[in-house]
């Protein structure tokens, strides 16, 4: 079996771990498919993050093993369910809930829009990630119960609890409008949740092809400087390990900051020259000294968003993108003008003969449009799905698991159109 991606492995490292490990004094961590921590004061814990609704029993567990100090104070830093889908379980009488002003909003339009997500969800991650990681938190009664916040703050919020002074700063370049930072000052310790996306050093997604508002890359330049301005030591993060060191942080969110900054600069120049937006995505590379992992991001697909943030889904290509009729309305017509379904199949082989994948599945689309079970068009329409996954290398997971769930369709149609009698290859 092929490995996974690298982000896969890092959402469920978690799996089995039953105790929580200590990132400093006091502050201790448990993983799952997003970590939450736990900070003991004197006057009971503070809690960042509250993890997934199906993995809270762990995190409990794992929380008992090293601190007896009820909850106190919980934090979020964004308002995606894996952050804050145990929070029924950890909340209490006296309980304070402290968010960021846009938490409503971003709830808002998940809630408005789960089925939406979770359809999208469910084909990328379903093959390792437990149904209902988005879904709404539900109560130990299985009741739905979104979190209830106690403090709502715009920019930055400061407050102590029992000796530990706690800064929340808003960093809405994070994935969430609501993100947020918190800031343990006296030790050096800063809990960014998914400002960077899930991956430390990889390209941040700008868009995430699951579905999601497009992220400002400027807004998410200013937030990366909010996180270096503070010089941190330590950053825990919403997935994986804590990283440490002032010196080697600095460096990392430099380069990060640098390498979204250079894209966007470069894009806006080619939009400013009259190129277009896939003339763009295809030569915008950064120079070797700012190029980052592409676990999760990737750089073209920053280009679009970019693009896209500011001219919006209008390219001035075609006058058809203004009105309800789709492009692919007059595929059955093209097929039909070039022969039929299995001249389109031929003239896509020969593309991924030529190591072409995109253009054969261009006019796969075309041919299986008109005959979805055109054993020809969809054995082509395999072999270029596999190239595109070959020249992935299986290093971004969205990416990968897209083109699997594809393959995985494609080749049972082959096999249901031989079966029913479909063209001998």
Same mark, same amino acid.
């Given at each position: 079996?092929?490995?996974?991606?690298?982000?896969?492995?890092?959402?469920?490292?978690?799996?089995?771990?039953?105790?929580?490990?200590?990132?400093?004094?006091?502050?201790?961590?448990?993983?799952?498919?997003?970590?939450?921590?736990?900070?003991?004061?004197?006057?009971?814990?503070?809690?960042?993050?509250?993890?997934?609704?199906?993995?809270?029993?762990?995190?409990?567990?794992?929380?008992?093993?090293?601190?007896?100090?009820?909850?106190?104070?919980?934090?979020?830093?964004?308002?995606?369910?894996?952050?804050?889908?145990?929070?029924?379980?950890?909340?209490?009488?006296?309980?304070?809930?402290?968010?960021?002003?846009?938490?409503?909003?971003?709830?808002?339009?998940?809630?408005?829009?789960?089925?939406?997500?979770?359809?999208?969800?469910?084909?990328?991650?379903?093959?390792?990630?437990?149904?209902?990681?988005?879904?709404?938190?539900?109560?130990?009664?299985?009741?739905?119960?979104?979190?209830?916040?106690?403090?709502?703050?715009?920019?930055?919020?400061?407050?102590?609890?029992?000796?530990?002074?706690?800064?929340?700063?808003?960093?809405?370049?994070?994935?969430?409008? +609501?993100?947020?930072?918190?800031?343990?000052?006296?030790?050096?310790?800063?809990?960014?949740?998914?400002?960077?996306?899930?991956?430390?050093?990889?390209?941040?997604?700008?868009?995430?092809?699951?579905? +999601?508002?497009?992220?400002?890359?400027?807004?998410?330049?200013?937030?990366?400087?909010?996180?270096?301005?503070?010089?941190?030591?330590?950053?825990?993060?919403?997935?994986?390990?804590?990283?440490?060191?002032?010196?080697?942080?600095?460096?990392?969110?430099?380069?990060?900051?640098?390498?979204?900054?250079?894209?966007?600069?470069?894009?806006?120049?080619?939009?400013?020259?009259?190129?277009?937006?896939?003339?763009?995505?295809?030569?915008?590379?950064?120079?070797?000294?700012?190029?980052?992992?592409?676990?999760?991001?990737?750089?073209?697909?920053?280009?679009?968003?970019?693009?896209?943030?500011?001219?919006?889904?209008?390219?001035?290509?075609?006058?058809?993108?203004?009105?309800?009729?789709?492009?692919?309305?007059?595929?059955?017509?093209?097929?039909?003008?070039?022969?039929?379904?299995?001249?389109?199949?031929?003239?896509?082989?020969?593309?991924?003969?030529?190591?072409?994948?995109?253009?054969?599945?261009?006019?796969?689309?075309?041919?299986?449009?008109?005959?979805?079970?055109?054993?020809?068009?969809?054995?082509?329409?395999?072999?270029?799905?596999?190239?595109?996954?070959?020249?992935?290398?299986?290093?971004?997971?969205?990416?990968?698991?897209?083109?699997?769930?594809?393959?995985?369709?494609?080749?049972?149609?082959?096999?249901?159109?031989?079966?029913?009698?479909?063209?001998?290859?």
């Amino acid at each position: 079996m092929t490995a996974n991606p690298p982000l896969a492995a890092l959402i469920t490292a978690g799996v089995g771990d039953e105790t929580a490990t200590q990132v400093a004094d006091g502050i201790f961590m448990s993983r799952g498919i997003s970590n939450c921590y736990l900070v003991q004061t004197d006057a009971g814990a503070l809690l960042v993050n509250t993890g997934s609704a199906h993995e809270v029993d762990r995190h409990r567990a794992s929380f008992a093993a090293v601190s007896d100090a009820p909850v106190a104070t919980i934090v979020f830093t964004q308002g995606h369910s894996d952050h804050i889908g145990g929070w029924p379980a950890f909340n209490g009488p006296g309980v304070e809930t402290i968010v960021q002003a846009n938490h409503d909003d971003v709830r808002g339009y998940w809630t408005r829009l789960a089925p939406f997500y979770a359809t999208r969800a469910a084909k990328l991650w379903s093959s390792f990630v437990p149904q209902g990681v988005q879904s709404t938190p539900t109560s130990a009664t299985g009741v739905a119960s979104e979190p209830v916040p106690t403090v709502r703050f715009d920019d930055a919020h400061t407050f102590e609890l029992g000796g530990r002074r706690v800064e929340l700063l808003s960093v809405p370049g994070g994935e969430t409008t +609501d993100s947020l930072l918190v800031w343990l000052p006296d030790e050096g310790v800063v809990f960014t949740g998914n400002l960077m996306g899930p991956m430390y050093g990889h390209v941040p997604n700008l868009y995430t092809i699951r579905g +999601d508002k497009t992220r400002s890359a400027l807004e998410f330049v200013r937030s990366v400087d909010r996180l270096r301005a503070l010089g941190p030591e330590t950053i825990t993060t919403g997935h994986g390990q804590p990283i440490t060191g002032a010196e080697p942080i600095a460096a990392d969110l430099t380069k990060l900051r640098d390498a979204v900054l250079w894209v966007h600069d470069r894009t806006v120049e080619g939009m400013n020259a009259g190129t277009d937006l896939f003339t763009l995505m295809r030569e915008i590379t950064p120079p070797a000294e700012l190029t980052l992992g592409e676990g999760h991001g990737k750089v073209m697909w920053n280009v679009r968003a970019v693009w896209e943030e500011y001219a919006g889904w209008f390219r001035y290509e075609s006058t058809t993108d203004l009105y309800v009729v789709p492009q692919r309305a007059v595929w059955t017509d093209l097929a039909e003008l070039a022969g039929g379904s299995d001249a389109l199949a031929a003239r896509a082989a020969a593309y991924a003969e030529q190591g072409a994948p995109l253009e054969a599945l261009h006019l796969t689309d075309i041919a299986l449009a008109a005959d979805p079970a055109n054993d020809r068009a969809l054995e082509v329409s395999t072999r270029a799905l596999e190239q595109l996954l070959d020249r992935s290398g299986r290093a971004n997971l969205s990416e990968t698991r897209w083109l699997e769930t594809e393959l995985t369709a494609t080749r049972e149609a082959v096999d249901a159109a031989l079966d029913s009698g479909g063209t001998t290859r």
